[in-house]
């Protein structure tokens, strides 16, 4: 579900007066990160993948002349 997603139920409890909108930019940061970290361990387990190094993300990069925000 779209309002699942991290960022809504924060700004949604900002608005109904739960918490400062600097309190709920707080939360979304921390859950963010949370996130991010819940990736992280998930992509770890998959054994059969294969991870680009930096210099390989580079020459995309170059080649694509495009910069991915890492």
């Known amino acids: 579900l ?3 997603t991290v960022g ?3 700004l949604f409890e900002h608005m109904e007066g739960k918490y400062k909108l600097e309190h709920a930019v707080e939360k979304i940061k921390q859950h963010t990160r949370n996130y ?3 990736q992280l361990t998930w992509f770890r387990k998959v054994k059969e993948a294969d ?3 930096e210099e390989e993300i580079k020459r995309i990069e ?3 002349n495009f910069k991915f925000d890492i």
């Open 51 to 53: 991870w680009l190094t």
């Open 62 to 64: 170059d080649r694509l």
């Open 8 to 10: 809504y139920k924060e």
């Open 36 to 38: 991010a970290k819940r």
């Open 2 to 4: 779209p309002l699942n």
